[in-house]
T-cell receptor, first 114, second 112 residues
Framework: KAGVTQTPRYLIKTRGQQVTLSCSPISGHRSVSWYQQTPGQGLQFLFEYFSETQRNKGNFPGRFSGRQFSNSRSEMNVSTLELGDSALYLC?????????????FGQGTRLTVV | TQLLEQSPQFLSIQEGENLTVYCNSSSVFSSLQWYRQEPGEGPVLLVTVVTGGEVKKLKRLTFQFGDARKDSSLHITAAQPGDTGLYLCAGVITSGTYKYIFGTGTRLKVLA
């Protein structure tokens, strides 16, 4: 069974540009969550999508947006990039709902804004 | 705000020592997971606990879920350099709005 796939693994962008990151969840998982992790920090929750609908949202500015497609693949977009957006962006695919939920992470996309 | 507080935040120990990491909240969790993350990689699921008082063992790692399902601990016996990493707990809150939240993390370094 294939794991969670994130593309690209590494990305360098210039301030002011925009970027799109992609995540393909484990087959059968309809929930995809996105997290930002800066050096030495824990996971900061961005948003969660379930069946193409945003279910939860963290405290990030509107420059951060996402969407989910009918095949459960998800994309995350950051517009007007700032230096502080440099981070490891992680996508997690979750087991289908219920009280026992397990998240399976991709390897992440390392974004560097220069 | 529902939080999962982990302690200690940082831990540096010698190979062979024992350690315990704690994960605490004021909320009740229907299930709780522990993850380990190595630099530049995504977190990897170690274990899931569901029942209050449950104890699970994974080689030298022992996980315990509190009786009230509000806290958990991870104990590592005879730590090895390969145990180095960021340890994260995460839990599901189903009272009210469904939420899956991560703890603040414990960064462990085991010195050879």
């Amino acid at each position: 069974k294939a794991g969670v796939t994130q593309t690209p693994r590494y990305l360098i962008k210039t301030r002011g540009q925009q970027v799109t990151l992609s995540c393909s969840p484990i087959s059968g998982h309809r929930s995809v969550s996105w997290y930002q992790q800066t050096p030495g920090q824990g996971l900061q929750f961005l948003f969660e999508y379930f069946s193409e609908t945003q279910r939860n949202k963290g405290n990030f500015p509107g420059r951060f947006s996402g969407r989910q497609f009918s095949n459960s693949r998800s994309e995350m977009n950051v517009s007007t990039l700032e230096l502080g957006d440099s981070a490891l962006y992680l996508c997690a695919s979750k087991t289908p709902g219920g009280e026992v939920t397990e998240a399976f992470f991709g390897q992440g996309t390392r974004l560097t804004v220069v | 705000t529902q939080l999962l507080e982990q302690s200690p935040q940082f831990l540096s120990i010698q190979e062979g020592e024992n350690l315990t990491v704690y994960c605490n909240s004021s909320s009740v969790f229907s299930s709780l997971q522990w993850y380990r993350q190595e630099p530049g990689e995504g977190p990897v699921l170690l274990v899931t606990v569901v029942t209050g008082g449950e104890v699970k063992k994974l080689k030298r790692l022992t996980f315990q879920f509190g009786d009230a399902r509000k806290d958990s601990s991870l104990h590592i016996t005879a730590a090895q350099p390969g145990d180095t990493g960021l340890y994260l707990c995460a839990g599901v809150i189903t009272s009210g709005t469904y939420k899956y939240i991560f703890g603040t993390g414990t960064r462990l370094k085991v010195l050879a």
